[in-house]
């Protein structure tokens, strides 16, 4: 089992954290229409794109074993052209998936603002029925997302658009880059953030860019600020690679066992959710706020 430092825990009970969600976490999900999948991977959705691509794609698979997957993506994406958004439909929305536990688990958490990379609408969907539709889901592209995350209501942030609007979805390079500059008030928010939250990041690796220069800017902006944590399975990052990210980018990872399909993470947030249900009562009990 994950264990949990106590500081993180302090501040997820007191809503000092921001939980950011990967594709890790729809992976749990499974599809009610047809034969029975899970929601891809951004590796495993470039495959399928790559499987409907005309020939000549030996560069690209050239890419994607290099795990340049931007610029993959942005080459699949311009060759498929109009069948792109046929394609997003089809990986992401047409199978139909339904919410899994550890989703569940991580809306018992309570945290008031949820980061996702994710493009499918599993957990929003969720926790919109959950919460009675009071929970706000913004776009990154949504001008008022500051006033959101000021404010006092619960919101899930997507940080790379949504399969509604598969036109304003970041998954190529030249969408990055656009992305920073069209909507750099966004990604000040996202910076403000980190400094003033601990962020708990679930199902998620570190290619993203946009992370990395977000976590670096602050590990470096910020020396000696309190750290963000990562969840991981084990033996998934050589030691040296852990003191590197630690100092560049001011992330602990927080390992747990990925057997029998990552029930240990399942288990964890699960008792996660119980140490900052006892730690609230706690607060409310001495007025700690």
């Known amino acids: 089992m994950i264990a949990w430092p106590p500081q993180l825990v302090q501040d997820l009970a007191r809503r000092r954290a921001i939980l950011f969600l990967g594709s890790g976490v729809s992976k749990n999900s499974s599809s009610t229409v047809g034969p029975a ?3 891809p991977t951004w590796e495993e959705f470039l495959k399928a794109a790559l499987e409907q691509c005309a ?3 030996r560069h690209i698979q050239k890419l994607m074993k290099e795990g340049d997957y ?13 069948q792109w958004n046929a394609l997003v ?18 809306f018992k958490l309570d945290s008031r603002i949820v ?3 994710n493009v499918d609408k599993i957990y929003d969907a969720f926790v919109s029925s959950e919460s009675a539709g009071t929970v706000y889901v913004k776009e990154y592209s949504k001008a008022d997302i500051a006033l959101v ?3 006092d209501k619960r919101c899930v942030l997507k940080a790379h658009g949504t399969v509604d609007t598969p036109d304003e979805m970041i998954f190529t390079r030249e969408e990055y880059s656009r992305a920073r500059v069209a909507h750099s008030a966004f990604y000040d928010v996202l910076d403000a953030l980190t400094v003033t939250h601990t962020l708990l990041f679930i ?9 990395q220069i977000m976590l670096e800017r602050h590990a470096y902006k910020f020396p000696g600020s309190r750290p963000h944590y990562m969840v991981a399975p084990a033996g998934s990052l050589h030691g040296d690679v852990q003191q590197s990210v630690k100092r560049n980018l001011n992330i602990r990872f927080l390992f747990y066992k990925p057997l029998d399909h990552h ?3 399942r288990d964890s947030l699960h008792e996660l959710a119980g140490l900052v249900e006892t730690q609230r009562g706690e607060l409310a009990a001495t007025r700690d706020w």
């Open 37 to 39: 999948k899970h929601p």
């Open 55 to 57: 020939n000549p794609t």
């Open 70 to 82: 931007l610029t993959a993506c942005e080459i699949l994406k311009h060759k498929l052209d109009d």
């Open 89 to 106: 439909h089809e990986q992401f929305v047409r199978p139909g998936f339904i919410p899994a536990d550890i989703h569940k688990d991580i």
């Open 115 to 117: 980061l996702t990379q």
């Open 149 to 151: 995350v000021r404010g």
């Open 203 to 211: 199902g998620c690796g570190l290619s993203d860019p946009d992370v």
């Open 263 to 265: 029930k240990e993470l």
